[in-house]
């Protein structure tokens, strides 16, 4: 019988290409997703990409009543959990926001689940758990160290699952430690979309490319890295939506809990990345170098082998993939739309 699975967020970025995984490897999905960070023309284009119409419940992840009312109408096997706010700078900014979207929205998916007898989730951590990490690659017995009230949502989220299940065995969770993702769908339909500025390198890098934005700051390049800039792990967001279907499947076949880092295991610079993207798009990226950004990490690089072992997971996408694919979205059809998601072309 087909399995039925809940995506919280499953209209953001990645969890509109994990969407497509799971669609693609046979399961029922159902996106819940309030668009607060989302074009809701992604809807349509899921649905181009997968030939069938998308079930969709507009609603607020703290919204506990419509949250019940999904439960009453679907019987739902697992749910993956992205909804969740992400920028690091608002978090410091509206604390209470954070807290609130991401730790009371997560305990009331939880009890709703569990009122319905559903009791597997998939969980998306951060490698911002890690804060300033001693080791580099960071295996997962890294200590927690949060570094902003976004990290301490992502800490405190792992921490209310992992004593869930320890008080509970019927639970089930995968939680898993994204490194940085980057790229956008082969189809190009869909891919990061950010309402914003945005505040992450890639889709920065992107912007100075298309030439939407004048230039790119380089914060800091007196790193002790290669180079002297910061070093990012980053994973085409193709691979970690395959991460998440291997997650679901191990939840729903041997019922294993498991705690993973998704990430190549390979770390690029700041430079690596400009050059990396101006291979892949063919146009300058005027750059300078100011001061560090308060809070960075020098170096992010996954210890990858446990995602291996636990789930088969191994990335398959390269560095130039990645920038390519990026560069597609940037550069195709959705660019027209307007950004309350009516598809102008
Ligand atoms: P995103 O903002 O594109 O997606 C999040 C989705 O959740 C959006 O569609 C948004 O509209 C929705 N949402 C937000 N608040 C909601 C609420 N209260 N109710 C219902 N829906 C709500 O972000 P993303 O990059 O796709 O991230 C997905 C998850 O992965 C998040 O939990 C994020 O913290 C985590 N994560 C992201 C990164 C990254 O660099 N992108 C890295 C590590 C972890
Ligand atoms: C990458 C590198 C910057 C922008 C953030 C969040 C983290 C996680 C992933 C969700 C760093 C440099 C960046 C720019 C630059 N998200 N940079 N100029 O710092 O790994 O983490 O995203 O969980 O929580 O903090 O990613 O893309 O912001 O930065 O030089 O304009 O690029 O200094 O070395 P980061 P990033």
């Known amino acids: 019988m087909t399995q039925r699975i809940l995506l919280t967020g499953g209209a953001g970025y990645i969890g509109s290409h994990t969407y497509v995984a799971l669609v693609e490897a046979g399961y029922d999905v159902t996106i819940l997703d309030n668009f607060q960070n989302a074009n809701r023309s992604v809807i349509a284009r899921l649905e181009d990409l997968t030939g069938q119409p998308v079930t969709l419940a507009e609603a607020d992840v703290r919204d506990a009543t419509t949250l019940a009312s999904l439960f009453a109408e679907h019987v739902f096997d697992a749910v993956v959990h992205f909804a969740a706010l992400k920028a690091v700078g608002e978090s410091v900014e509206r604390p209470l926001d954070y807290f609130d979207v991401n730790i009371s929205g997560l305990i009331n998916l939880l009890r709703v689940m569990d009122a319905a007898g559903c009791r597997k989730i998939v969980f998306s951590s951060s490698a911002t758990v890690y804060g300033v990490p001693d080791e580099t690659p960071t ?164 210890k990858a082998d446990k995602a291996e072992e636990v789930l088969g997971f191994r990335t398959e996408k390269t560095l130039d993939e990645m920038c390519a694919s990026s560069w597609a979205w940037i550069t195709g059809p959705h660019s027209q739309e307007d950004p309350d998601g009516e598809d102008n072309t």
């Not at 490194?179 to 189809?187: D, I, T, V």
């Open 139 to 302: 295996p997962e017995t890294a200590e927690f160290r949060a570094m902003n009230p976004y990290g301490q949502t992502k800490i405190s989220g792992e921490q209310i699952l992992n004593q869930l299940v320890a008080a509970d065995d019927r639970w089930q969770i995968g939680i898993l430690r994204y490194f940085n993702p980057a790229g956008a769908h082969e189809s190009h339909l869909i891919g990061e979309d950010p309402r914003d500025t945005p505040n992450n390198l890639m889709p920065f890098i992107a912007k100075v490319a298309a030439g939407e934005v004048e230039e790119l700051e380089v914060f800091g390049d007196d790193y002790d890295t290669q180079d002297g800039t910061g070093v990012r792990d980053y994973i085409h967001v193709d691979d970690l939506a395959r991460g998440h279907v291997l997650s679901v499947a191990a939840l729903l076949e041997d019922g294993q809990s498991h705690l993973v880092n998704l990430g190549t295991g390979e770390g690029h610079s700041v430079m690596e990345m400009i050059a990396a993207y101006k291979r892949a798009s063919n146009r300058d990226i005027p750059h300078r170098v100011v001061d560090r950004r308060a809070g960075d990490v020098p170096i992010y690089v996954a």
